[in-house]
T-cell receptor, first 111, second 109 residues
Framework: DGGITQSPKYLFRKEGQNVTLSCEQNLNHDAMYWYRQDPGQGLRLIYYSQIVNDFQKGDIAEGYSVSREKKESFPLTVTSAQKNPTAFYLC??????????FGSGTRLTVV | RKEVEQDPGPFNVPEGATVAFNCTYSNSASQSFFWYRQDCRKEPKLLMSVYSSGNEDGRFTAQLNRASQYISLLIRDSKLSDSATYLCVVSPGTYKYIFGTGTRLKVLA
């Protein structure tokens, strides 16, 4: 079955550490996205990529980095520069002008 | 003004009731519109796209009013399982979508 897979489901990070969240899709979608969701708030765009080896900053890119070396993969690194990283991170993919398909998310907690 | 605005609710309705949500958007050039459903602590899932002529999927009806820049979602004969947060999504026609903060619906037995 085609889909989008995020891992891990839960992640705990110590202050000052970088962590990488995985996102893989086998839907053959060109575009991939990373969103962050905080309690009681909407989804905020971190980064997105329309094609391999190209990506753009979203609204809250500071403290995050991404890569898009393969069409299927769009990992997100949360760096130590991100001051408030505890959140629910959602990866999505889409073809042009069609709805997103989301992964099941990663809950990141700073301990 | 936010790009996409929704009433956060919650809307508490009895089973069998009809409930409607509106969502306003600020960019008149927006081209694509969607409703997503998000259950607690889960990822959003596409409920339905919204077409200019309006569209229906079972108990759900979505409408677009370009003149007033809003979309609506109507749920008829509400079920307990409809309890969720409903997210309005608007796209200017590129890959980038803008999400509303969602409207919470609680259907009560």
């Amino acid at each position: 079955d085609g889909g989008i897979t995020q891992s891990p489901k839960y992640l705990f990070r110590k202050e000052g550490q970088n962590v990488t969240l995985s996102c893989e899709q086998n839907l053959n979608h060109d575009a991939m996205y990373w969103y962050r969701q905080d309690p009681g708030q909407g989804l905020r765009l971190i980064y997105y990529s329309q094609i391999v080896n190209d990506f753009q900053k979203g609204d809250i890119a500071e403290g995050y980095s991404v890569s898009r070396e393969k069409k299927e993969s769009f990992p997100l690194t949360v760096t130590s520069a991100q001051k408030n990283p505890t959140a629910f991170y959602l990866c999505a993919s889409s073809p042009l002008n069609s709805g997103y398909t989301f992964g099941s998310g990663t809950r990141l907690t700073v301990v | 003004r936010k790009e996409v605005e929704q009433d956060p609710g919650p809307f508490n309705v009895p089973e069998g009731a009809t409930v409607a949500f509106n969502c306003t958007y600020s960019n008149s050039a927006s081209q694509s519109f969607f409703w997503y459903r998000q259950d607690c602590r889960k990822e959003p899932k596409l409920l339905m796209s919204v077409y200019s002529s309006g569209n229906e999927d079972g108990r759900f009806t979505a409408q677009l009013n370009r003149a007033s820049q809003y979309i609506s979602l109507l749920i008829r004969d509400s079920k307990l399982s409809d309890s969720a947060t409903y997210l309005c999504v608007v796209s200017p026609g590129t890959y980038k979508y803008i999400f509303g903060t969602g409207t919470r619906l609680k259907v009560l037995a």
